[in-house]
């Protein structure tokens, strides 16, 4: 089944309509941007987070000790790193981490990026490379390129999903989770029906996949 990661979110009553709409995991930015939200705040809504539901920060090259601290304070269950994190930073985290790769179009050596970051990554977010913006972009890239590369390892897919395009960026790429932010909002700000619609077309997809084995 593929898991679903629904991010930026920025109120409990959109952190509650992401867990009643079906998702796996919710995200918190923690970086700068439209989307940021305080650490006093992400414990808030935390507290009111059902258990079985995996909560993530998302950070644009923090601080060490400010993320390890931000984990522990908002008892986040997953740090999501976006920006240039070296592989020694990701194994010195107190939470899992999933190590954001931005995909320009034409990597030359994907895998061998990915393996850096192995041992201290639990998995890799692939996202699309748009210059000065480390993420939440809405901007897709060209998955066709992820398929070739026959990609084995812990996959997320991110960058411009929606419920429109998700059901075909799982068929062609085959990852380990999705994970939408802009797909699921209405004038930047997250719409339940969409995030129902999102939930409903990776379902259905999952569906249809097992009927084609
Ligand atoms: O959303 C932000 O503002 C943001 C800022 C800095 C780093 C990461 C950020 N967001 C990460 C995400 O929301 C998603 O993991 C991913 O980038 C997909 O976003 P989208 O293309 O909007 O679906």
């Known amino acids: 089944m593929v898991r679903i990661k629904i991010c930026g979110l920025t109120s409990k009553e959109s952190a509650w309509a992401a867990v009643e709409a079906g998702a796996d995991a919710v995200g918190f930015v923690f970086a700068s ?14 507290r009111s987070i059902p258990p079985y539901v995996t909560t993530t920060g998302v950070f644009v090259d923090a601080d060490l000790n400010e993320l390890n601290h931000i984990a522990e304070y908002c008892q986040l269950d997953v ?3 976006h920006g240039n994190e070296s592989p020694e930073y990701c194994k010195l985290a107190v939470r899992p981490i999933v190590k954001t790769l931005h995909i320009h179009g034409e990597e030359h ?3 061998g990026e990915m393996n850096k970051y192995k041992p201290g990554a639990r998995a890799i977010l692939l996202d699309t490379y748009v210059a000065g913006e480390s993420g939440g972009t809405g901007k897709a890239f ?4 992820v398929k070739e590369l026959h990609l084995n390892a812990s996959i997320i ?15 062609q790429t085959n990852p380990f989770a999705v994970d939408v932010s802009s797909g699921v909002e209405t004038n930047g700000v997250k719409d339940s029906f969409k995030m129902e619609a999102f939930v409903r077309a990776v379902r259905e997809c999952h569906v249809a996949q097992r009927f084609l084995i």
Request: net charge neutral; aromatic share 2%.
């Open 33 to 46: 941007g439209r989307r940021r939200v305080s650490p006093d705040h992400v414990r808030e809504i935390i």
């Open 142 to 145: 060209p998955w066709e390129h």
């Open 79 to 81: 740090l999501q790193l």
């Open 109 to 111: 050596d994907l895998i």
């Open 157 to 171: 897919l991110a960058g411009g999903l929606h419920s429109g395009n998700v059901a075909s960026a799982i068929l």
